[in-house]
C-alpha cells in the first residue's frame, strides 16, 4: 500500500510510544481517602473494598508512614462513628475532642506536610444517614448550611488544608468560604463537590461508614445521572462562590462531566474514583476476571484524559508503588 499517513510508526516501540503520550498519571496527582474509627490498634479491612481499611487513629498514624513514603501528597480523611454518637444535627461533628477532629489535629502533628482535606456533610453523624438536616422526610437546606458553616471551622481549628463540602446543599460554599474568612482561615482551601451525583456506586463507601440512609434516597440533593448541563451550571455558582477546585463524583461512569468542567473553568478539576468502581475492578480481579493492575492504571488514565487534574482514589497506594517502579 502506499500510504501516507502511517500512524503505527509512533507506536513502534516503547520508547516511541512513552514518548508521543499525550497522558500521564503522577502520584503528585493523587488524593487517598481513609476512613478512622474509634479505639486502639484496630485496622479493619472493609468487605466491599478488598485491601482498605479502617483505622483507629494510632494505626492510621502508622499507616501514614508507608502513605507518606510512597510520595502521596494528600489524604481525605472519613470518619465511622457507632450509631450512638448520631443524632438528627449531627451535634458529634464540632464536639471538642470528638473522633473526627483528633485525627485531624494528630495527622497534622506528626506529618505537618501532609496536606488533609476533610469532608463535610452530615451523614457520618446523622442517625437519618442523610447529609442534610430531616424534616417531615425533607432534607432541609439553608438549616443544614449552618450546621456545615460550623463543621467547616472546626475542621480548620483541627488543622484541616483542604475543607471538602460533600453534601450537595444549595449555596454552602459561599456560606462555608464566609465561615472560614470570618474565623480568620482565609488560607484554607475549599474543594466543592461541584457534581455529586445519586449514584449507585457509592454502595461500598456507605459499608465502610455504616452510612447508608434510613429512608429514602439522596436524590433530591444529589444530581440526576442523566445530566450533564446542570453540571455547568452547579460549577458556575460554584467557582463564583469561591471554590478553589471542583469535583466530579463517581468518576469513571461520568468522564465526559469532567472534560465538561475542565473545558469551561480555569480552576483544578477533580475526579473522585469512587468507592464501587473500586470494588468492581477488585472483585473482577479476585476472580481472574480482569487484570486487576492494568485496568487499575487504565481507569485512572481515562481521568487525566478527560482532563482531571487531580484523582481521588482509593488506589492510590498501589498506583503510586507502581508508577515508584516505573
Ligand atoms: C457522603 C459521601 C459519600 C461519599 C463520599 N461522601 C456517599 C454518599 O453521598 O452517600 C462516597 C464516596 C465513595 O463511594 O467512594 N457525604
New binding site residues.
Given amino acids: 500500500m502506499d500510504l501516507v499517513r502511517r500512524p503505527r510508526r509512533n507506536r513502534k516501540s516503547a520508547a516511541v510510544r512513552a514518548m508521543v503520550a499525550e497522558n500521564s498519571l503522577s502520584v503528585n496527582d493523587f488524593i487517598f481517602?481513609m476512613f478512622v474509627m474509634e479505639g486502639k490498634g484496630v485496622k479493619e479491612e472493609i468487605k466491599s473494598m478488598p485491601g482498605i481499611f479502617r483505622f483507629s487513629i494510632d494505626e492510621l498514624l502508622k499507616e501514614l508512614e508507608e502513605v507518606v513514603e510512597l510520595g502521596i501528597k494528600c489524604i481525605c480523611l472519613?470518619p465511622n462513628y457507632p450509631e450512638e454518637k448520631k443524632d438528627k444535627l449531627a451535634s458529634e461533628s464540632t464536639v471538642e475532642g470528638t473522633l473526627y477532629l483528633k485525627a485531624i489535629e494528630e495527622v497534622k502533628a506528626k506529618f505537618p506536610d501532609l496536606l488533609i482535606m476533610t469532608?463535610v456533610?452530615m451523614?457520618?453523624y446523622s442517625s437519618d444517614g442523610h447529609?442534610g438536616i430531616v424534616e417531615d422526610g425533607e432534607i432541609l437546606n439553608d438549616e443544614t448550611v449552618e450546621i456545615l458553616c460550623d463543621m467547616a471551622v472546626a475542621q480548620a481549628e483541627a488543622g484541616a488544608d483542604i475543607i471538602g463540602p460533600?453534601?450537595m446543599m444549595d449555596g454552602r460554599i459561599g456560606e462555608i468560604r464566609e465561615a472560614l474568612d470570618d474565623a480568620g482561615f482565609t488560607d484554607v482551601s475549599i474543594m466543592a463537590?461541584t457534581a455529586?451525583y445519586a449514584s449507585a456506586?457509592?454502595?461500598?463507601?456507605?459499608d465502610a461508614l455504616d452510612?447508608a440512609?434510613k429512608f429514602g434516597d439522596?436524590k433530591t440533593y444529589?444530581m440526576d445521572p442523566a445530566n450533564v448541563q446542570e453540571a455547568i451550571m452547579e460549577a458556575d455558582i460554584d467557582f463564583d462562590e469561591g471554590a478553589d477546585m471542583m469535583m466530579v463524583?463517581?468518576a469513571f461512569a461520568y468522564l465526559d462531566v469532567i472534560k465538561a468542567l475542565k473545558t469551561n473553568f480555569d480552576i483544578p478539576i477533580t475526579a473522585?474514583n469512587?468507592?464501587?468502581e473500586?470494588a468492581m475492578i477488585k472483585a473482577a480481579a479476585q476472580n481472574g476476571w480482569l487484570d486487576g493492575e492494568k485496568a487499575m492504571m487504565e481507569m485512572l488514565l481515562s481521568m487525566k484524559r478527560a482532563g482531571a487534574d487531580i484523582i481521588l482514589t482509593?488506589f492510590a497506594k498501589e498506583a503510586a508503588a507502581i508508577l515508584k517502579k516505573g
Fill in positions: 481517602p472519613f469532608d456533610a451523614d457520618p447529609d460533600s453534601d463537590y455529586k456506586f457509592y454502595g461500598p463507601f456507605r452510612s440512609p439522596k444529589q463524583k463517581p473522585y469512587v468507592s464501587g473500586y482509593y
